[in-house]
């Protein structure tokens, strides 16, 4: 289609993880682990030790990385750093918000939930001015 932006195609794409230990072991031990020849991980493990800093500037790596299709990252992560997710809008790597082991998901605080409401809402809206 005319004027949407094109998604670059590469021959493999990484998944990248930003959440508390038990939820990226557990993607790990399902093979989403990298470790690239730099040292540098697609992954960031959040524990109490963790400053918003650091879980921003992971953030900012995985988003403007290449070689990462898609960001996992735990809801209550998100929320440390909603500004940071809120404002995201490129479609590549797309940002999906998980649910960990002791923070239950709250779809009122999903920032994907949101736009595709409000794209739908949207969307109802111009269809009933035809």
Same mark, same amino acid.
């Given at each position: 289609?005319?004027?949407?932006?094109? =998604? %670059?195609?590469?021959?493999?794409?990484? =998944?990248?993880? $930003?959440?508390?230990?038990?939820? /990226?072991?557990?993607? #790990?031990?399902?093979?989403?682990?990298? @470790?690239? #020849?730099?040292?540098?991980?697609?992954?960031?493990?959040?524990?109490?030790?963790?400053? /918003?800093?650091? $879980?921003?500037?992971?953030?900012?790596?995985?988003?403007?990385?290449?070689? $990462?299709? $898609? /960001?996992?990252?735990?809801?209550?992560?998100?929320?440390? =750093?909603?500004? #940071? /997710?809120?404002?995201?809008?490129? %479609? @590549? %790597?797309?940002?999906?918000? =998980?649910?960990?082991?002791?923070?239950?998901?709250? %779809?009122?605080?999903?920032?994907? #939930?949101?736009?595709?409401?409000?794209?739908?809402?949207?969307?109802? @809206?111009?269809?009933?001015?035809?």
């Amino acid at each position: 289609m005319a004027g949407r932006p094109s =998604i %670059p195609t590469i021959s493999s794409a990484l =998944i990248a993880i $930003i959440a508390d230990e038990d939820t /990226v072991t557990g993607f #790990l031990l399902a093979g989403v682990g990298n @470790v690239d #020849l730099r040292k540098k991980t697609n992954y960031l493990i959040v524990d109490n030790k963790t400053t /918003v800093k650091q $879980i921003e500037d992971a953030f900012k790596e995985f988003t403007t990385r290449e070689d $990462i299709a $898609i /960001v996992l990252i735990s809801q209550y992560v998100a929320n440390m =750093i909603r500004f #940071l /997710v809120d404002s995201y809008n490129r %479609p @590549v %790597p797309a940002i999906l918000e =998980i649910p960990s082991k002791d923070h239950p998901y709250d %779809p009122a605080h999903d920032s994907v #939930l949101s736009r595709v409401k409000y794209l739908f809402s949207a969307e109802s @809206v111009a269809s009933d001015r035809r």
